[in-house]
């Protein structure tokens, strides 16, 4: 890395992955979470009754990924499965109020993390690159969902 050329955004971009995956899996071990179980909790909860599909759709996960981080985050008493009333095959998702509580929490992890990979950088660099950054992964994620269907 050094030639700033377009692989090596890709690399940088890999670094600060690895750096944010890295500090969330410290914080997160003590609670029995890790740095993708967790995004769960988030989506859930702005998606209450989604489904593990739902999930596949939304995070670029397989679903033997996705059917073992549930099935963590129901034991730890976090998610709850509801069968859904018009497809018994299809479990509907759902924050515990243990789920609920932990929110604050994962959610300053989250700002924390996110100071440790670019606080490097002055607010108004900030100010440019992460809203950038957070464009691209939607427009990402809008993509796979639509191609998807």
Do not use: C, W
């Amino acid at each position: 890395m050094g030639s700033n050329s377009k692989g090596d955004q890709v690399l940088g971009i890999g670094i600060l992955s690895r750096i944010i995956s890295n500090y969330l899996n410290k914080q997160l071990k003590p609670l029995g979470l890790n740095n993708s179980n967790y995004f769960f909790i988030f989506f859930i909860a702005d998606h209450p009754g989604a489904s593990q599909d739902d999930l596949t759709k939304s995070m670029f996960l397989d679903h033997s990924t996705i059917a073992r981080s549930v099935a963590k985050l129901v034991s730890l008493g976090l998610l709850e499965k509801r069968v859904d009333a018009g497809d018994k095959r299809t479990s509907r998702l759902f924050l515990t109020p243990q789920g609920e509580k932990l929110q604050p929490l994962l959610h300053k992890l989250t700002v924390e993390a996110e100071e440790q990979a670019f606080g490097v950088l002055s607010e108004a660099e900030q100010q440019t690159v992460l809203p950038l950054l957070y464009k691209a992964a939607k427009l990402n994620e809008k993509g796979r969902i639509q191609n998807a269907k």
